[in-house]
């Protein structure tokens, strides 16, 4: 069955430098999600994606985040800056033909900002 | 806004007993989806199952069924004849009708017992 890939798996970087978490949605999905987990708190919605640009976003997706679809398969979130609250596991999701159908999601990039 | 709260950060079961999560969520919404995702250890989101808010009759899945009251803004899981593939991160979540984001609860972490 088709899945949602994402890499790494884990990321260590220095506070103030630039990360970019990877994934492979679902190869004929359309729209693209990501969102994070900060250790013990819920899973919050950060930025959907469709038609290459984005469709929503929440006030946490400020300027220091931006999303990319470089290819036809890859999905990108870069942190152009890393503060250390942005420690947290990063999940992307995709769905297939409408915003409101079932989103998959990979299994998440543990971020650590040091 | 919308908020989901599950109340059980954590529960143990022992196998083929049955088991029920609770979740309340607020919204002034009258169409939106319900949803329930199964983390395990160290794996992906996976939906469990959905639950239209304009059908009135519970949705099931195999072994799982949820109990929807509306009127009341409640969204429990049942899980009959648990195994021991059920333990994961329980989540309950809610999005709006012709929205794409999902809101999810903190979560309710299952253990089911040899």
């Known amino acids: 069955e088709p899945e949602v890939t994402q890499t790494p798996s884990h990321q260590v970087t220095q506070m103030g430098q630039e990360v970019i978490l990877r994934c492979v949605p679902i190869?004929?999905?359309?729209?693209f999600y990501w969102y994070r987990q900060i250790l013990g708190q819920k899973v919050e919605f950060l930025v959907s994606f469709y038609n290459n640009e984005i469709s929503e976003k929440s006030e946490i997706f400020d300027d220091q985040f931006s999303v990319e679809r470089p290819d036809g398969s890859n999905f990108t979130l870069k942190i152009r800056s890393t503060k250390l609250e942005d420690s947290a596991m990063y999940f992307c999701?995709?769905?297939?033909?409408?915003?409101?159908?079932?989103?998959?999601f990979g299994p998440g990039t543990r971020l650590t900002v040091l | 806004a919308q908020t989901v709260t599950q109340s059980q950060p954590e529960m143990s079961v022992q196998e083929a007993e049955t088991v029920t999560l609770s979740c309340t969520y607020d919204?002034?919404?009258?169409?939106?989806?319900l949803f329930w995702y199964k983390q395990p250890p160290s794996r992906q989101m996976i939906l469990v199952i959905r639950q239209e808010a304009y059908k009135q009759q519970n949705a099931t899945e195999n072994r799982f069924s949820v109990n929807f009251q509306k009127a009341a803004k409640s969204f429990s899981l049942k899980i009959s004849d648990s195994q021991l593939g059920d333990t994961a991160m329980y989540f309950c979540?809610?999005?709006?009708?012709?929205?794409?984001?999902?809101?999810f609860g903190k979560g309710t972490r299952l253990h089911i017992l040899p």
């Open positions: 999701a995709s769905s297939e033909g409408t915003p409101q159908g079932t989103q998959y």
């Open positions: 979540a809610f999005m709006k009708h012709r929205d794409d984001k999902i809101i």
């Open positions: 190869s004929n999905h359309l729209y």
């Open positions: 919204t002034s919404e009258n169409n939106y989806y």
